[in-house]
């Protein structure tokens, strides 16, 4: 089955918060103030984007993944600031095993703490397993991440375990560790939608 049958260009997801539409190399304008003015957004990044070379190059490498139909990152519009808070993505894409990974995820400071990320998950799991009829969703995250690790278990996502030394840093001075983290099918349908959705 083709990502492209499945996600086509034009593939758009929102709710009265927040829309969720694809990347393309346009958002450097979107983006280039969180680029250029939040060096921490990328701390945990495996791929940078500070400074304005760097973002180019990062959205360019995320549109050449969708391409490659491995991919399909986003960029995330606040609806009630009205402006982009950050990005998103679908990665390692497997449809006949029925699992996807969702990461690369990162927002701007005035977006971290809000309901946008919960918002941002809702739809995104309910396209995966209700759209795509996905399995499992995965996430992982730097084992040091103490935020994004909180974030992932409070929309429902249980720990697995940690991979040792599993990736280099985008400065490649030290290794990480990857904690992983999933929700499956039934827990979906289960509790996580509807805890996810008290919580939105």
């Known amino acids: 089955m083709?990502?492209?049958?499945i996600f086509p260009q034009n593939t758009i997801l929102e709710d009265d918060f927040v829309l969720?539409?694809?990347?393309?190399l346009t958002d450097v304008d979107n983006f280039l103030d969180i680029s250029l003015n939040e060096p921490e957004t990328w701390k945990y990044s495996l791929v940078p984007a500070n400074g304005k070379e760097n973002l180019i190059n990062y959205i360019q490498i995320a549109i050449k993944a969708r391409e490659n139909k491995?991919?399909?990152?986003?960029?995330?519009?606040?609806k009630k600031s009205g402006k982009y808070a950050g990005s998103t993505r679908f990665y390692d894409i497997n449809f006949p095993f029925k699992t996807v990974q969702l990461g690369y995820t990162w927002y701007g400071k005035d977006f971290r703490g809000t309901s946008l990320n919960k918002h941002c998950k809702f739809l995104l799991?309910?396209?995966?397993?209700?759209?795509?009829?996905?399995?499992r969703v995965e996430f992982r995250?730097?084992?040091?991440?103490?935020?994004?690790?909180?974030?992932?278990?409070?929309?429902?996502?249980?720990?697995?375990?940690?991979?040792?030394?599993n990736m280099?840093?985008?400065?490649?001075?030290?290794?990480?560790?990857?904690?992983?983290?999933?929700?499956?099918?039934?827990?979906?349908?289960?509790?996580?939608?509807?805890?996810?959705?008290?919580?939105?």
Do not use: H
């Not at 491995?70 to 606040?78: G, Q």
């Not at 799991?125 to 399995?135: K, N, P, Y």
């Open 70 to 78: 491995t991919e399909f990152p986003f960029a995330v519009f606040d």
């Open 20 to 24: 969720l539409r694809p990347l393309e």
């Open 2 to 5: 083709s990502i492209i049958s």
């Open 168 to 200: 280099p840093t985008y400065e490649n001075e030290v290794r990480r560790d990857s904690i992983i983290l999933s929700i499956l099918k039934d827990e979906w349908f289960g509790e996580v939608k509807e805890n996810l959705i008290k919580k939105l």
């Open 125 to 135: 799991l309910q396209f995966a397993f209700e759209t795509l009829g996905m399995e």
């Open 141 to 165: 995250a730097d084992n040091n991440n103490q935020r994004s690790i909180e974030a992932m278990k409070s929309i429902g996502c249980k720990v697995e375990g940690v991979l040792r030394s």
